[in-house]
């Protein structure tokens, strides 16, 4: 497998412009997570899916932030209109369950910078 | 007060020496993870822990439910260990610890 698999790696754009982060799970994985990653705040989850339905966004931190899982091989995090406070690494991470209790796969993370 | 706290914050040893990061969480939880997060900014998970120990390599994880604490040791520690270590408890979802940002020096 090839793992979780997330794309761009990097992303530069201008305040205002739509993002968008797309994120291919493990296959077999019925959980997905995003999470953002800032030097400030560390690591946050902003919203988790199960079987395709999001279960808590409540980490989303405007309705800026949306995310999508229109199946179970994909999911998109899309930033309308982006800000520079935006600017973080953003990973998503699958996983067997919900519980967790088969662990956590990480992608490679997008680092998106809004100038 | 943080659910999940880690120390210490920064550690920097020599190579070869023997390394200990701690955890303890004030949450109830249904598992235990240590992740590594190379400078290049990947996460790997490392360990998934609910009771007792485990072991790959050099590095060994334990946790103690009853005192809700949890260690990562590394063994003959090497400059490629050089990351920041990362304790997540979960139940729901992940809850993280600060981090450890863990130098070995050659």
């Known amino acids: 497998d090839a793992g979780v698999i997330q794309s761009p790696r990097h992303e530069v754009t201008e305040m205002g412009q739509e993002v968008t982060l797309r994120c291919k799970p493990i296959s077999g994985h019925n959980s997905l997570f995003w999470y953002r990653q800032t030097m400030m705040r560390g690591l946050e989850l902003l919203i988790y899916?199960?079987?395709?339905?999001?279960?808590?966004d409540s980490g989303m931190p405007e309705d800026r932030f949306s995310a999508k899982m229109p199946n179970a091989s994909f999911s998109t995090l899309k930033i309308q209109p982006s800000e520079p406070r935006d600017s973080a690494v953003y990973f998503c991470?699958?996983?067997?369950?919900?519980?967790?209790?088969?662990?956590?796969?990480f992608g490679s993370g997008t680092r998106l910078t809004v100038v | 007060k943080n659910e999940v706290e880690q120390s210490p914050q920064n550690l920097t040893a020599q190579e070869g020496e023997f390394i200990t990061i701690n955890c303890s969480y004030s949450?109830?939880?249904?598992?235990l993870h240590w992740l590594q997060q190379h400078p290049g900014g990947g996460i790997v998970s490392l360990f998934m822990l609910s009771s007792g120990k485990k072991k790959h390599g050099r590095l060994i994880a334990t946790i103690n439910i009853q005192e809700k604490h949890s260690s990562l040791h590394i063994t003959a520690s090497h400059p490629r260990d050089s990351a920041v270590y990362i304790c997540?408890?979960?139940?729901?979802?992940?809850?993280w610890g600060a981090g450890t940002k863990l130098i070995i020096k050659p």
């Open positions: 899916f199960n079987n395709n339905v999001p279960i808590d």
């Open positions: 997540a408890v979960s139940n729901y979802q992940l809850i």
């Open positions: 949450v109830g939880i249904s598992a």
């Open positions: 991470a699958s996983s067997r369950d919900i519980h967790s209790n088969y662990g956590y796969t």
